[in-house]
């Protein structure tokens, strides 16, 4: 079928390179710091220029690497949207994405980012990076819809000056622009009331790693991955366990009795179904692992970093079951 007029247009952006978008700062031990910190990653690599220095890797000496996986985090552009440093393009990558749009293509789904490296940063290096837009394909029908999947690819260099810039990285990202399978169907009753469409819940995303967690989550039981190796527990639920690296893994049934360790009250915007204001919860279970669930039973205003909160499963539009937290008295 020859494709419509409007992907000539689109045609032609294929092979585009957009301009540099530059960090803010230099590769920097704080940022550095911070971000192994959260992440809970303790490699002195990344912290101790004394290591680095008697490692196979190359720093200037009394320089620290920066975590490779940190790439993206350089230039991001900050608190404010497109707020980038002098120097950076003023062109929008994903323009793209506004011919799909003016063309009745709305939604969009991330569906790929492959992050590449080609060597260690170290502090003091400014990174830059240029995106092409690598592909469009063909028209595609997938569940969700019917679109095309749209393909950048950043590549991300340490400015060394006067044609000498190193890449350092990749990132592939690739998305699926598409029309909703529901906005395909044409209207079937005109005479029908209009009566509110019902909303569903959101459903989870399950993989062959996660499937454990809602068919235990259907049996009443809150499980919770453990390492077969070494016993450490895990959650969210992924392959390899990141002590100790091990692909063997069984699950613990837990307790469901846990506190509060963090919360949000979503206000807005007010996402159906869900009531607001929406109470979200960071729980610890009392077996040591966190987990992000809704908190039920309690008022928004009135729930409380600390508090003890017992697991309940609730049935949702026929046969979505979730664990939920509802505050009780502490022991
Ligand atoms: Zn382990």
């Known amino acids: 079928m020859a494709e419509q007029a409007f992907m000539k247009d689109v045609r032609a952006l294929v092979g585009k390179v957009y301009g540099r978008v530059y960090a803010w700062d230099k590769v920097n031990a704080p940022m550095i710091r911070q971000w192994c910190e959260v992440m809970g ?3 002195p690599l990344y912290t101790d220029p004394a290591f680095v220095a008697s490692s196979a890797h190359q720093a200037p000496r009394g320089l620290v690497l920066a975590p490779p996986a940190m790439l993206q985090v350089w230039c991001m552009e900050g608190m404010h949207a497109n ?3 002098p120097g950076s393009t003023t062109e929008n990558p994903y323009e793209v994405l506004k ?3 003016a063309q009745g293509f709305p939604a969009v789904v991330a569906v790929n980012s492959d992050l590449s490296f080609a060597r260690y940063l170290h502090e003091g290096e400014r990174v830059y990076y240029t995106t092409l837009l690598e592909s ?16 950048l690819i950043m590549t991300f260099f340490s400015e060394q000056g006067e044609g000498a810039d190193e890449q350092v990285g990749q990132l592939l990202f690739r998305v699926f622009k598409f029309r ?3 906005a395909n169907k044409p209207a079937t009753d005109q005479a029908a009331p209009a009566v ?3 909303v569903k819940r959101p459903r989870p995303g399950i993989s062959d790693d996660t499937r454990f967690f809602w068919d235990g989550a259907r049996e009443g039981k809150l499980l919770i991955q453990r390492c077969k190796s070494c016993g450490a527990l895990r959650h969210p639920p ?4 990141p002590s100790c690296h091990s692909f063997e893994w069984d699950t613990l049934q837990a307790s469901g009795r846990g506190t509060v360790y963090s919360f949000v009250v979503m206000h807005y915007p007010e996402v159906p179904p869900f009531d607001h204001p929406n109470p979200i919860a960071l729980i610890e279970l009392e ?3 966190r987990l992000i669930s809704q908190l039920v039973g309690v008022k928004p205003g009135a729930v409380q970093i600390g508090a003890t909160v017992q697991v309940e499963f609730n049935t949702f539009d026929g046969d979505l079951v979730l664990p939920q937290f509802r505050p009780v008295a502490a022991d």
């Open 238 to 241: 992924g392959p390899v366990c």
């Open 196 to 198: 509110a469409p019902v």
């Open 83 to 85: 707020n980038y440093p």
């Open 136 to 151: 469009v394909g063909e028209e595609k029908t997938t569940g969700l819809g019917t679109g095309y999947f749209v393909t």
């Open 180 to 182: 909703p399978a529901a």
């Open 287 to 289: 077996e040591g692992v």
């Open 99 to 101: 011919l799909f749009e």
């Open 41 to 43: 990653v303790d490699n």
